[in-house]
C-alpha cells in the first residue's frame, strides 16, 4: 500500500515538473547569468556578477515566474493539449487543475516577496510580468500575430530586467534581443503550424487558422531573413568575440530550416522544424562564452581578476 503511494507521489511530482517544464528553466537561469556576465555588465568582475545576491534574486524571480506561467498556460490549455500532445496531457492531468492554481499562486507569491528584497521597482516589474503570461495565456494566445508578438517578448523579458537591473544600455544588448525576440517569434509560428488541429477544436484564431498555412509559412520565412539584420550588425559592427562562430552556423542552419520548411506537411514536419529552431537558440546560450571564453578556459582565478 505504502509503496503504491509513494509512486503515486513520484508520478505526481513528475507530473508538475512535466507541466512547469523543469527541463527549460535552468537554461533559462543559465542565460541570465551568462547574459550578465559577457554581455551585460562585461565591465563588472565576473565573479562578483556571480555572487550578486539581488541577481540571484532577480535570476530566481524570473525562474518561478516562468514556472508559474508554464502553469498557467496548461490550465487553460488543457483541451487542446489533448488533441496535440495526448501523451503529455495524460501525464499532466496527474495533477489536478486545483492543485496546479495552488501552485501557480504560491509560486507567484514567493516571486514578489524575492522582488521586493531587491526593490520595489523590481516588485512592479514582475507584478506585471505575472499580469502580462496570465493576460497571455487566458486572452492574447487566441488572437493572429498579438498572441505571437507577446510569447516572444515574455521569453526575453527576463533579460530585460537584468538589463535594467544593471542599467546598461549598450547597442550590442539590443541587436543580441533582437536576433533572440526574432527566432523566438519564428518558433511561436511554427507551434502554430504544430498545434494547428487543437488550435481549430478550442476556437484559437492563430495565422494558420485564420489565413492558412502557406500564408503562415511565408511570415516565417519573412522573420528568418530578417535574423540577418542583428546577425550583420553583431558580426560586423560590434565585437562579440569569437561568437561570430555561432552566428555564421546559425545562418547555415536558418538556410536548413528554410529548405525544410516549405516541404513541411504534418506535425512531425512541423516538430521537426521547432526542434532546430529550439536547438539554434539553446546553443546560443552556450555559445555567449565565447564572447570571452578566456573566462572559461583559466576559470575562478580569472574571475576574480576581471
Known amino acids: 500500500m505504502a509503496s503504491r503511494k509513494s509512486r503515486l507521489t513520484r508520478m505526481k511530482v513528475l507530473s508538475m515538473f512535466s507541466v512547469v517544464r523543469g527541463y527549460n528553466i535552468p537554461i533559462i ?3 541570465q547569468y551568462l547574459s550578465a556576465i559577457f554581455i551585460l555588465a562585461p565591465e563588472e568582475r565576473a565573479l562578483d556578477v556571480i555572487l550578486d545576491l539581488n541577481l540571484f534574486f532577480i535570476v530566481l524571480a524570473s525562474s518561478l515566474t516562468i ?3 508554464y502553469i498557467i498556460n496548461n490550465f487553460y490549455d488543457a483541451q487542446k493539449d489533448l488533441i496535440n500532445r495526448p501523451k503529455k496531457s495524460m501525464l499532466d492531468r496527474l ?8 501552485v501557480y499562486f504560491l509560486l507567484n507569491f514567493i516571486v514578489f516577496l524575492l522582488a521586493w528584497l531587491v526593490s520595489w521597482r523590481a516588485a512592479l516589474f514582475f507584478s506585471a510580468y505575472i499580469f502580462l503570461i496570465w493576460l497571455y495565456s487566458h486572452k ?3 488572437y493572429p500575430l498579438i498572441g505571437n508578438l507577446t510569447a516572444a517578448l515574455l521569453a526575453v523579458l527576463p533579460f530585460f530586467g537584468i538589463l535594467m537591473y544593471f542599467k546598461n544600455f549598450y547597442q550590442v544588448i539590443f541587436a543580441h534581443a533582437t536576433f533572440l525576440f526574432l527566432l523566438i517569434l519564428t518558433r511561436e509560428l511554427i507551434k502554430d503550424l504544430e498545434n494547428l488541429k487543437g488550435d481549430i477544436v478550442a476556437d484559437y484564431r492563430t495565422i494558420p487558422v485564420m489565413f492558412g498555412e502557406r500564408t503562415a509559412k511565408a511570415v516565417i520565412m519573412g522573420l528568418t531573413f530578417l535574423t540577418v539584420i542583428p546577425v550583420f550588425l553583431l558580426i560586423d559592427v560590434y565585437d562579440v568575440g569569437y561568437m561570430d562562430i555561432y552566428f555564421y552556423s546559425g545562418m547555415i542552419v536558418i538556410i536548413y530550416f528554410l529548405s525544410l520548411l516549405w516541404k513541411a506537411e504534418n506535425q512531425k514536419d512541423y516538430l521537426r522544424l521547432h526542434n532546430i529552431l529550439k536547438f539554434l537558440i539553446v546553443t ?5 562564452v565565447l564572447i570571452d571564453p578566456s573566462v572559461v ?8 581578476m576581471i
Open 284 to 288: 546560443g546560450v552556450f555559445c555567449i
Open 29 to 31: 537561469a543559465l542565460a
Open 67 to 69: 514556472a508559474s506561467g
Open 95 to 102: 495533477v489536478s487543475q486545483g492543485t496546479k492554481l495552488r
Open 140 to 142: 492574447l494566445k487566441r
Open 297 to 304: 578556459v583559466h576559470g575562478r582565478k580569472l574571475l576574480s
